[in-house]
């Protein structure tokens, strides 16, 4: 199955294009609650409701990402299996995947009054930095072989 | 019709064009940074496209959403128009003819064009159904087509580089 996959070249194209829609919305996810960590926009109830909501598309588009993504992986494994660029892209995946459930989630679902200025937006810096990286480190892949 | 070829044959054959095309780093620094902000500009424009057409953030008001995100989209956007526009100019040739750009450019434009529309007309009397989880079917449409139009955009700009027709 896996070699049917990798011979054609037209089903990896059109996986690796779904996977960049299904990433994009993935991140959208992931940036509206960080960018207004970040800017201090946010507001008492609006701001909960915009995370609660903003998990619910990081629920469908997650899944999505990586129905479109092991595809890749599976076809190609040796390939990328001995690439340093997919073994970084998976390191800071599994970063960005810890940081977001344990430390981010806390000050998301957190009383914003309670916290200093400074921690919900060192931590909405740090999650925008680990997964835009993952993101880059995905592009990259392409060009390290 | 006078042919644009001339003109982006002279772009290609520029110093400073072809240095950059033929560094190793170039297009791959250019490519990488240019999709990044593609998913992140497209990320915040598509979940906001998601208030409008209902299927989240329900439970807030759309100038909630749009207000704190539309800076960062016009960053967004702003960064991946002049990486895009960068990848083009040095290497014109290559993508003169590609179908998928050619698609690519006309999807930005309808795109452009929704946006446009939307924030002439019923954005303006947002006031009257900010609130409301249902935005109007207007609204609805503008969002639903927006989705649909960064969806394609980001699947013929992946194509670009497929070979295909070409």
Redesign the interface.
């Given at each position: 199955m896996s070699q049917a996959y990798r011979e054609s070249l037209w089903l990896f194209?059109v996986t690796?294009?779904l996977h960049?829609?299904a990433?994009?919305?993935?991140?959208?996810?992931?940036?509206?609650v960080d960018?207004?960590l970040v800017?201090r926009?946010a507001v008492g109830e609006?701001h909960a409701?915009?995370a609660r909501?903003?998990q619910?598309?990081l629920f469908w588009a997650g899944p999505a990402v990586l129905i479109t993504g092991i595809p890749q992986f599976t076809s190609n494994a040796l390939r990328y299996y001995a690439s340093p660029v997919f073994a970084l892209k998976m390191s800071v995946l599994a970063m960005a995947l810890l940081f977001t459930a344990t430390l981010r989630r806390r000050v998301v679902t957190a009383d914003n009054d309670r916290l200093p200025a400074w921690v919900p937006r060192a931590v909405g810096t740090v999650s925008l930095v680990l997964w835009?990286s993952v993101?880059?480190a995905g592009?990259?892949i392409g060009?390290s072989e | 019709m006078p042919s644009i070829l001339p003109a982006l044959e002279w772009l290609e054959a520029l110093a400073w064009a072809t240095a950059i095309r033929e560094s190793n780093w170039g297009y791959p620094i250019m490519e990488t940074a240019h999709v990044a902000s593609i998913v992140a500009f497209a990320g915040v424009v598509m979940v906001m496209d998601l208030r409008l057409v209902g299927l989240a953030f329900a439970q807030t008001p759309l100038t909630r959403i749009q207000r704190p995100l539309f800076p960062w989209q016009m960053a967004g956007f702003a960064l991946s128009g002049v990486t895009g526009l960068l990848l083009f100019v040095v290497d014109p040739l290559r993508y003169y003819g590609n179908v998928f750009f050619r698609v690519k450019l006309v999807l930005l434009a309808l795109a452009g064009f929704n946006a446009l529309g939307f924030h002439l007309t019923i954005f303006r009397k947002v006031g009257r159904w900010d609130e409301d989880p249902l935005a109007p079917t207007t609204a609805r449409l503008a969002g639903a087509v927006s989705l649909l139009f960064w969806s394609a955009i980001i699947v013929s700009g992946r194509l670009i580089a497929s070979n295909w027709f070409n």
């Open positions: 194209t690796q294009t960049l829609v990433v994009s919305v993935f991140i959208g996810g992931i940036l509206i960018l207004r800017g926009r609006s409701a915009i909501s903003a619910r598309v835009m993101a880059i592009r990259w060009f | -």
